[in-house]
C-alpha cells in the first residue's frame, strides 16, 4: 500500500513538471516573438527608408532612388562618378566634362533658374536634388517628390562639401565608395597646404568677363583657394559675397599679387569669348604675377558651373597643385 502511494505520488509530481515546463516553453516562444517585432527593420536594398534632414525642410527616401532628377551640376558630376543613373535635368548649359548627359537619353527639365515643371512631373522621380539657384522654388519641388537641398556653404567649405557627398553617398548605399574619395581629397588637400604655408606668395582672384572684372577673397564663393588650400590673400578687405566685388584694373596693379587666379566666366557658360584677351592689358602686365608668369587661368566649367562635386572638387585641387 505504501508502495502504490509512492508511485502515485510520484507520477503526479512528473506530470506537474511537464505542465511547469510547458507553460515556461510557452513563455519563453511569446517573449522572443515580442523581442524580434521591436528589433526588426527591413533593411533590404527595396525596403530602406532614408530621412534627410535640411535648411528647407527634410526628404524621406523610400528604397534605393531609380529616377533621379538634378539641379546641380556638382551633384551631378558626383552621381556620375558613383555609377548612379540620372533620369533628369536641366540640359540648357551642361558643362562640357558633363556633355555625355546633353543627349536624347536624358529628360530635360528646364534650366537652372527656369525649371520645367511640367516634365518633372511627367517623370514621377523618387528624388529631385536642388541647390541655391533654385531655393526659392522648393515647395513646387517637394509637391512633385521627395527633395534634397544640398548648397555649399563657401565659410566651411570642405565640411558643408563632405556632408553633401555623405548624404549622397547614404541615400544610394555608396558609403564605402565615398570615404575612400574624401580620404584621398583630404590627403592632396594636406599636401597643397604644407606648400603654401612655406610660400609668402600672396594671391588675387577674380571673375572675369568681356565687361567686368570682379574680386573674391577669404569665405567668398571661391574662397576656398585661401580658406582650404591655404594659399594667402593679396587683399584682406575684399567683401564677402556670392557675386565678388566690381574692381578696376588699377586695382589689380595696386594690389600687385605675385599670383592671379582668373575664372572666365563667359567661357564656361558658353560664350565665344576669351578673357585672356581683354584680361592681359597694359596694367596687368605690370604686376608681379604677369612679370613671373603666374596668371593661372581656371576652368569655370568647374569653378563657377558646378563646384561642390566629387569630379569638380578633384579637378579643382589639381589646378591649384599644378599652380603651386
Not at 69 to 89: M, P
Not at 171 to 183: Q, R, S
Request: contains cysteine; hydrophobic residues 35%; negative net charge.
Amino acid at each position: 500500500m505504501k508502495k502504490f502511494a509512492f508511485i502515485t505520488m510520484l507520477m503526479a509530481f512528473i506530470l506537474f513538471l511537464g505542465a511547469c515546463g510547458n507553460d515556461n516553453a510557452a513563455e519563453t516562444e511569446e517573449n522572443s516573438g515580442s523581442t524580434s517585432g521591436e528589433a526588426t527593420e527591413e533593411t533590404t536594398e527595396d525596403s530602406k527608408s532614408v530621412t534627410i534632414e535640411h535648411e528647407l525642410g527634410e526628404a524621406t527616401i523610400e528604397g534605393t532612388p531609380e529616377k533621379v532628377v538634378v539641379f546641380d551640376f556638382g551633384i551631378l558630376d558626383t552621381l556620375d562618378e558613383l555609377g548612379v543613373d540620372v533620369a533628369g535635368l536641366p540640359q540648357a548649359s551642361v558643362p562640357g566634362y558633363l556633355e555625355q548627359y546633353a543627349s536624347d537619353d536624358y529628360t530635360n527639365v528646364g534650366s537652372l533658374k527656369e525649371p520645367d515643371f511640367e516634365a518633372i512631373h511627367a517623370l514621377q522621380p523618387d528624388v529631385i536634388f536642388i541647390s541655391g539657384r533654385q531655393a526659392q522654388l522648393y515647395d513646387q519641388f517637394a509637391e512633385i517628390a521627395p527633395t534634397v537641398y544640398i548648397p555649399i556653404d563657401t565659410t566651411n567649405y570642405v565640411e558643408s562639401f563632405k556632408e553633401n557627398m555623405n548624404t549622397v553617398a547614404e541615400i544610394f548605399g555608396k558609403e564605402d565608395e565615398m570615404n575612400t574619395e574624401l580620404e584621398d581629397i583630404d590627403s592632396r588637400i594636406a599636401a597643397i597646404q604644407e606648400k603654401t604655408s612655406a610660400s609668402e606668395e600672396k594671391a588675387l582672384i577674380v571673375l572675369g568677363t568681356q565687361s567686368k572684372v570682379s574680386a573674391y577673397g577669404p569665405a567668398s564663393r571661391f574662397g576656398l583657394i585661401h580658406d582650404v588650400f591655404g594659399v594667402k590673400p593679396a587683399d584682406e578687405g575684399i567683401e564677402s559675397s556670392t557675386h565678388g566685388q566690381n574692381i578696376t584694373f588699377e586695382y589689380i596693379l595696386d594690389t600687385n599679387p605675385d599670383i592671379l587666379y582668373v575664372i572666365d566666366r563667359d567661357a564656361a557658360i558658353g560664350e565665344d569669348s576669351s578673357v585672356k584677351e581683354s584680361f592681359e592689358n597694359d596694367l596687368v602686365q605690370k604686376t608681379n604675377a604677369y612679370k613671373n608668369e603666374k596668371i593661372h587661368y581656371l576652368n569655370g566649367e568647374y569653378w563657377y558651373l558646378s563646384g561642390g562635386g566629387l569630379q569638380s572638387m578633384k579637378e579643382m585641387i589639381s589646378e591649384i597643385e599644378g599652380s603651386l
